[in-house]
């Protein structure tokens, strides 16, 4: 499967399960909102040039935004860590010239250690974002703070099932064969 | 001149990465002051399509319980029939009535369109339900909208085939209500943390309020609902002893996360009504 088949595969099912499964979960807590959409900015391949990524991913959670009728939220998040994604990329990549090697950012191609790292500062990036655009129209500061912890926990939890379940084999390249 | 190309060349990527962000945020700002946006006819008859499918699917489940819903609904609207109720007739001579028309000059003022719900979100800060019913079959924005149990929202958002509700679990969700036992009014709102209430406030502490009484809208939501729609019942009392008025939790009478069928009201006088009133603002100024 190529590279476009596949990531247009992957923006069709993570917009549906988004919107159709977690969002239609009954609330737990105000502060707990289960987000995973956005493993689909992070799983973009290492091979996309920064302006494109970005554009991806604003189409993305423009996507989005419109099912859930907030059009701009989403996307200005989206944007962010897409932005942000090559320079975390480029401080834990175990040696120079590692992501050469593989497509995409993945526990295989980067190590356990910084592929979580990586998924942590990007999440947490993400959610403060996030909330801080709803913040800014109400709320108090207690509401910032619990929700971006709340709803980051959530997320990672959901990255880890989503990880384990869709394990992606990564295969080494090199310019030798 | 060429040190700002090379500098605009340097940074290429940043400053791209501003203009998406700026689009983004303009897009949001400009979306939650008016409820219009960009493509937001295409995409809401995109988005709503692929809500109608996915509710083919769920509407299944919830059969049963729509089911119940509209069998008592029936049966309340059976029981208001006229032909329930019996007068002995005191007259002595049958009279044929000469006058065509009615000439209490009794007009309609609501007409009622039913309508599927083919999506709908009770998580988020501002909750709205999608509706397969649009400008094509009647339904303009501003137009109230109730359930079979109660009160559901106000239309936001229209396009050819289908329309966009906002929930009373929406921010921006303002109704006028009052009690059903004495008629003071108020107005109900949503403070945004628990999708499982919503809050009353502006009703004096002069009127007797209890546990599990009914809140219905009222006279001055004539606009949009017919007056005497259930909103919710009193579930408790904040006790506020600063201010001469209630802050009450409410249960919504609309069970949000169910619900599948809903009803669309037009106000068929109300341009004429929002006419005089403008007119009256006129001549205040």
Known sequence: ?177 | MRNIFLFIRRYFNFVFFVVLQVAALYILFHYNKFHEAVFSNVANELTGNIGGKYNNVTYYFHLKKTNDDLAKENEELRNKLLSNFERPDTTQKMMQDSIPYDTLGHHRKYLYREAKVVNNTVSLPNNTLTIARGENQGVQKNMGVIGPTGVVGVVINTSANYAVVMSLLHRQSKVYASLKKTGETGYVFWDGNSPLYITLKNVPKSAPLAKGDSVVTSQYASYRFPQGILIGTVMDIVDDKTSSFYTVRLKPATNFFNVQYVTVVENLVKDEQAKLEEETNKINQ
């Open chain 1, 1 to 177: 499967m190529s590279d476009l088949v596949r990531n247009t595969i992957r923006f069709v099912l993570f917009i549906l399960v988004q919107y159709y499964v977690l969002f239609q979960i009954r609330p737990l807590h105000q502060f707990v909102v289960p987000y995973v959409y956005y493993l689909y900015v992070l799983w973009l391949p290492f091979s996309m040039g920064r302006m494109s990524l970005m554009l991806v991913s604003f189409l993305f959670g423009l996507t989005l935004d419109y099912f859930t009728q907030t059009p701009g939220l989403h996307a200005a998040a989206c944007v962010m860590i897409a932005y942000l994604r090559g320079f975390v990329v480029n401080i834990l990549i175990p040696q120079e010239g590692a992501e050469q090697n593989y497509k995409s950012p993945s526990p295989v191609s980067m190590g356990w250690a910084p592929y979580a790292v990586y998924v942590l500062v990007l999440t947490l990036l993400h959610h403060i974002y996030l909330v801080f655009l709803e913040w800014l129209q109400f709320g108090s500061f207690l509401f910032f703070l619990g929700k971006v912890v709340a709803t980051s926990g959530i997320s990672l939890m959901l990255v880890l099932i989503t990880e384990l379940l869709f394990f992606r084999k990564e295969k080494f390249r090199t310019n030798t064969a």
